[in-house]
């Protein structure tokens, strides 16, 4: 509950508002179909069930049950929101219950954050929203399981979210963190680690959040050599992008962008445009003598690997990939096929691949994926800041290795999708202390780009350039003698 501070008088708590009556016992109507909840519903369960990505499941699940169109829509909106918003909708849900939301069937859960989405968070009206989730319930599991659901979600009509925010989120006077956290639906040591890296606590604080908390539109990268972004755009009708020189932007809730033509006949792939910046970013950085041999040390599943191999052909050279999973290593040789590229498999710390043996290296380095929580809606409630101390201990092996495998001046860029300070200006500055080497403006590399303000480094943001909250660092290995 909320805090209080010597200077404002406690906020009085409202009285809880009577249970609605119990409806009188009658025959039971048959629940209706509802594919598109249904699969929303599916697709939670997943999530909890087996540590599923709700990105992987649910497309899926809509191709194999040929739901399409507004359906398709509504699932989406449903299926991602509802994952994205889970500590909001469980704290509603927790005080609208007689049970701690502990000993509530895991079931039962799942139906529960997909109404108290739909009736806190969309508008759908709130009858439709209570007997929708309802007859799925009574469906499942029956219909005393479907009378506790239909209680849980009548209180919560009671309120909207913004009544909702003001009851159970912390006093923003004492803990400004943790009430902007609540509010956009984010646990507190992420909204901290935003605010370390914004340097602010403020209105950019909230402003990146509500950036996160909302959908993304659909990224696209055209091959370079294959097709311009202007063509992509016109083939997809979506909007070429302000920044990347390939980049197009789809609207959100477009459909599958796995079934656009461009993207079947390997003319392009899904990519942020801030992953584009990034990989093209270390690409014209000017270096003297030989640039004909590029590497990408964490190549999988792909997508800056094919970026970078179109370039390097369009430059003449080559591309070696490094991917420690065959199974994504599968899926490098697969996505950038026809390009002159070379997979290895293997742990890229310990890769025999010649020391100094590139002109350009990418380290795309496994980290908390904090900066792309909003196209992983699910990932926000599974990480835990514990995650955060083992991928910066690799993520500093591979950057010093990397600055190894690059020849005396070539360039390495140090890429993570995370702005949690340990993972970008730690880990940069750290191995840049132990290798002398050279730091570059990475700025300078990103033109046009708005918003850049540190002397070395590259931090995009949602709220700030439309991707995700990319971190870019450029690193010269200093020239022998």
């Known amino acids: 509950m909320n805090g209080n501070s010597s200077s404002r008088p406690s906020r009085p708590s409202r009285p809880r ?69 889970q500590g909001l909708l469980d704290a509603v849900i927790g005080a609208c219950s007689d ?30 929203a209570v007997a929708s989730t309802v007859d799925l319930v009574r469906g499942g599991q029956g219909s005393g399981a479907a009378g506790f659901v239909n209680a849980v979600l009548r209180r919560i009509t009671q309120q909207d979210e913004a009544a909702w925010i003001d009851e159970l989120a ?39 959040l509500a950036a996160d908390d909302s959908r993304p539109e659909v990224h696209l990268a055209a091959r370079p050599g294959e097709v311009s972004a202007e063509e992509l755009a016109a083939m997809t009708g979506g909007e070429v992008a302000p920044y990347s020189p390939y980049g197009v932007h789809l609207e959100s809730g477009a459909g599958d962008p796995g079934d656009l033509d461009p993207l079947r006949e390997h003319l392009a ?83 025999e691949l010649p020391e100094g043996g590139f002109d350009r290296v990418l380290v795309d380095a496994p980290c908390t994926g904090l900066g792309a929580l909003r196209r992983r809606p699910e990932a926000r409630w599974r990480r835990q800041p514990s995650d955060v101390a083992p991928l910066t201990r690799l993520q500093r092996e591979l950057l010093t290795k ?13 890429v993570v999708c995370s702005p949690h300070l340990s993972e970008t200006v730690g880990i940069v500055a750290d191995v840049a202390r132990r290798t002398g080497a050279e730091r570059l403006d990475t700025k300078e590399f990103f033109p046009g780009v708005p918003n850049l303000t540190d002397p070395h480094n590259v931090q995009l943001w949602p709220h700030l350039h439309g991707t995700d909250a990319m971190f870019c660092a450029l690193l010269r290995r200093p020239a022998e003698g």
């Open 17 to 85: 508002k009577p249970a609605p009556p119990r409806r009188r016992m009658g025959p039971e109507r048959p629940p209706v179909e509802d594919p598109a909840r249904l699969a929303a519903l599916d697709t939670l369960r997943a999530v909890r069930q087996r540590d599923a990505y709700a990105n992987l499941v649910l497309p899926k699940l809509l191709r194999e049950r040929r739901i399409t169109g507004r359906d398709a829509a509504l699932a989406t909106e449903l299926a991602y929101g509802s994952a994205r918003a």
């Open 99 to 128: 049970r701690a939301l502990s000993d509530v069937d895991g079931l039962l859960l799942d139906a529960l954050r997909l109404g108290a989405y739909q009736l806190l968070r969309t508008r759908i009206p709130a009858h439709a």
């Open 170 to 208: 912390p006093d923003p006077d004492t803990d400004p963190i943790g009430h902007v956290a609540l509010a956009n639906a984010h646990p507190r040591w992420i909204a901290q680690a935003f605010a370390e890296a914004l340097g602010s606590r403020d209105e950019p604080l909230r402003e990146a």
């Open 269 to 351: 792939v899904v990519q942020d445009e801030g992953s584009q910046l990034c990989a093209v970013a270390l690409t014209n950085v000017p270096v003297e003598g030989s640039d004909e041999r590029w590497l990408d040390l964490c190549a999988g599943p792909g997508g800056k690997a094919v970026m970078l191999g179109a370039l390097a052909a369009l430059n003449g050279g080559t591309l070696d990939a490094v991917e420690l999973a065959p199974h994504r290593a599968e899926l490098v040789r697969k996505a950038t096929k026809g390009l002159p590229i070379t997979v290895h498999v293997g742990d890229a710390r310990e890769t």
């Open 402 to 414: 990397a600055l190894k495998l690059v020849r005396p001046g070539g360039v390495v860029a140090y």
